[in-house]
């Protein structure tokens, strides 16, 4: 069964850095687009980047734009995003996503319902 499994989060000070990891099951990383996706506390699950499988051409959200880099190493079945400069407003519950030729340039990439397999999520809390 094709599954996805985020790891790499924890508690970090502002201006931090994290690196979040997504591990593909089952191929189903194998030609997928990948999308990271955020979620704090009494708000809307918030598109943060996404990676084409064909040309690993990659999306940002305006809001992390310059500090996080996404990558995708398809022979380790996995992704990853780095998070740099960690800001007050970056902590929440961070899920990877997969769908496939959602990151293109005809599609958005960055909303939820563009994706049908998603992880458990994995926590980011951001503190002095």
């Known amino acids: 069964q094709a599954q996805l499994k985020e790891s790499g989060g924890g508690l970090v000070q502002p201006g931090g850095s994290l690196r979040l990891s997504c591990r593909g099951s089952?191929?189903?990383?194998?030609?997928?687009?990948i999308a990271w996706f955020r979620q704090a506390p009494g708000k809307e699950r918030e598109g943060v980047s996404c990676i084409a499988s064909s040309d690993g051409s990659a999306k940002y959200a305006d809001s992390v734009k310059g500090r996080f880099i996404i990558s995708r190493d398809n022979s380790m079945n996995s992704a990853y995003l780095q998070m740099n400069g960690l800001k007050p407003d970056d902590p929440g519950v961070y899920y990877c996503?997969?769908?496939?030729?959602?990151?293109?340039?005809?599609?958005?990439?960055?909303?939820?319902?563009?994706?049908?397999?998603w992880g458990q999520g994995t926590q980011v809390t951001i503190s002095p």
């Open positions: 996503a997969a769908d496939f030729m959602t990151c293109r340039e005809n599609r958005n990439g960055l909303e939820s319902h563009e994706y049908r397999s």
């Open positions: 089952g191929g189903i990383l194998d030609y997928n687009d």
